[in-house]
């Protein structure tokens, strides 16, 4: 490429990479909407409104008890704890505040810490209600304030409420270190029936990591007994290049059928599967509480504004006979999204992976790189090289088979071309011309294609396999102490502002191994025989299009961006040792464009 050309490159990228810093200049986002405010209070001998509840058959509605002011006593902390897990209860809100999960460090990569504290992954953390309280609905809760008292080798939390009713929670161990087996019960105490109204089950709020987590995978999943679907993407939409977009200012879905529903993040997840269907799940973003101006000081790489996913369980209003009581039952799982440890307990848990289709190559892949690591006790960065090297090996026939039909297109190139000189003005007799000349060369296009649509699959599910595997959390390679994030090296100070690059408040991580996949790709365009079909500015442009993904690829995980660059050089390497069968043919003579 002439100097003009890198120059025009270069411009393009700069342009394209400061679109989206111009946009947000342009067109800066609105104001957030409001979450979780505080329901009207209801006092009694007050002028305040009160909350309406609808009648439901003549049966008398329930009032709030109390107003739903933050109760004056200290918070009280009760705790559970295994060998892996420290289960928190807070007495406000009467449900499980925390889960602390004492197998896994909220920073991984020990490099990075340099003496500094490394507390256990919290579940929940910052969260504004603990997992089983009731969203919004002093009707249910009053002021919020619950007695805790043990109950065997689990906790019961109740509440008595000046209109008749008793709130009861149970919380025993599970079967699973990271289970929960809990019960909500409303006790109607009086002599009359009383209407209960729609009730949200807070099942746990997503949150980040650590504090180095943007919270991009936070989300929302629900299974409806067949399929699951997951709520990603939502939470924070930045639009593209130019055009702004606002976020979605919640998830909901379900249509009384959601067996399961889970709030997660990467590697983590709160799962509330409930004795009956729930009516619908809803999600909505958080705020949480931001790092101080110091810790933003000392820490280049923390996020300024974290953010979490609040999700409920939806059921609709009903109605308590005089002495009788409404019980609903919960299974709750706080704890790592590990595909295998899932899939031995509830039938289709395991779909919080978010495999989807892939899985059918994603859980081979995990199943192979766990037996290496655990027979051979071999690392897990060399568990992805081996692994992909294994897969090169096995499709190597059918890339040879490509590899050749690209070089024997680049031979036939001059031929092609005087043929699309001679007839440019007749579309059908080039055509015809083009497919004659590829049948008397033994050129088939098919046989170019087949090959790699084949390996695609594979391909995707070995990439769905890496970024979902908590294995990789805290597993070094070389230089890189954590192959489930980014291998930052240090952060450049002052280029905070690049779009897409720059994640850091004060400054630009620099990332090594993606600069490593960039220059692979670069060197296997190099070598890939361009298509003779394409003008030269095409050519040029695919050659040099490695240099696009840099902004794309730059902050994926450092497993990931080594399975892309052993997968580069492999290529390079079978491209340098295919060569070209010998036509079976005799191809035919140039034509050479007739004089006027």
């Known amino acids: 490429m002439d100097r003009k050309g890198i120059a025009i490159l270069v411009a393009a990228l700069g342009l394209f990479l400061a679109l989206p810093y111009a946009s947000r200049k342009l067109y800066p986002p609105g104001p957030a909407r409001p979450t979780n405010a505080a329901p009207a209070a209801v006092a009694s001998g007050s002028n305040a409104p009160a909350v309406p509840i609808p009648q439901l058959n003549g049966v008398n509605p329930i009032v709030p008890a109390v107003a739903p002011t933050r109760p004056a006593g200290p918070e009280q902390f009760h705790v559970l704890t295994n060998a892996h897990a420290r289960f928190v209860f807070t007495s406000r809100g009467g449900g499980l505040k925390e889960v602390e999960l004492l197998d896994y460090r909220a920073y991984p990569d020990r490099k990075k810490l340099a003496g500094a504290a490394n507390p256990p992954i919290v579940l929940n953390q910052f969260a504004p209600l603990p997992v089983l309280a009731l969203l919004d609905n002093p009707s249910l809760d009053g002021d919020g304030e619950f007695q805790f008292q043990p109950d065997g080798n689990g906790l019961k939390a109740t509440k008595d409420l000046s209109n008749g009713l008793r709130i009861v929670r149970e919380f025993h161990p599970g079967t699973n270190e990271y289970l929960l087996s809990a019960s909500v019960r409303i006790e109607n105490r009086t002599a ?24 991009d995978s936070l989300g929302v999943d629900w299974f409806n007994g067949s399929s699951s679907s997951q709520g990603i993407g939502w939470i924070s939409t930045p639009g593209f290049l130019c055009m702004p977009s606002t976020p979605r200012a919640e998830f909901s879905a379900g249509e009384s059928n959601v067996v399961w529903a889970a709030a997660h993040n990467q590697f983590f997840a709160v799962i509330a599967v409930p004795d009956h269907p ?34 409920v369980l939806q059921y609709p209003a009903t109605s308590i006979n005089p002495g009788q009581t409404l019980e609903q039952r919960f299974s709750i799982y706080a704890g ?67 590899t050749r039909s690209m070089k024997r297109m680049a031979e036939l190139g001059p031929q092609l071309q005087v043929i699309r000189e001679k007839h440019k003005d007749d579309p059908a007799k080039l055509n015809e011309k083009t497919l004659r000349f590829m049948r008397e060369s033994g050129y088939n296009p098919v046989a170019g294609c087949l090959p790699m649509l084949v390996q695609i699959p594979v391909f995707i599910g070995f990439f769905t396999m890496i970024r979902s595997a908590i294995e990789l959390r805290g597993a070094s390679f070389l230089w890189c102490g954590d192959l489930s994030v980014a291998d930052t090296r240090f952060v450049i100070p002052g280029l905070g502002f690049v779009p897409f690059l720059g994640i850091a408040n004060v400054g630009l991580p620099f990332n090594l191994m993606p600069l490593f996949y960039v220059a ?32 794309i690829f730059y902050n994926y995980s450092a497993g990931l961006t080594l399975y892309w660059t052993v997968q580069n050089l492999l290529s390079i390497l079978q491209t340098k040792l295919t060569k070209t069968n010998v036509a079976t043919t005799t191809p035919a003579a140039p034509v050479r464009p007739a004089r006027r």
């Open 336 to 402: 790592p999204k590990e595909y295998f440890g899932l899939s031995r307990l509830q039938p289709e848990l395991d779909r919080v992976m978010g495999y989807g289709w892939a899985g059918l190559f994603a859980k081979p892949l995990l199943l192979g790189m766990n037996f290496l690591h655990g027979s051979i006790s071999l690392p897990y960065g060399w568990c992805i090289v081996v692994i992909t090297f294994l897969i090169k090996l096995t499709f190597w026939p059918l890339t040879a088979v490509s």
């Open 520 to 551: 692979s790709a670069l060197w296997q365009t190099h070598l890939t025989p361009p298509s003779p079909q394409m003008d030269p500015v095409q050519q040029k442009m695919m050659r040099w299009l490695p240099l696009m993904f840099l902004a």
């Open 192 to 215: 009359q029936a009383l209407a209960i109204p729609p009730r949200d089950w807070h099942i746990g709020t997503a949150t980040p990591m650590n504090g180095h987590d943007k919270g």
């Open 278 to 311: 729930a009516d619908r799940t809803t999600a909505r973003r958080v705020d949480l509480p931001a790092p101080s101006a110091a810790t933003l000081a000392a820490d280049p790489l923390a996020v300024a504004k974290p953010i979490g996913v609040q999700t």
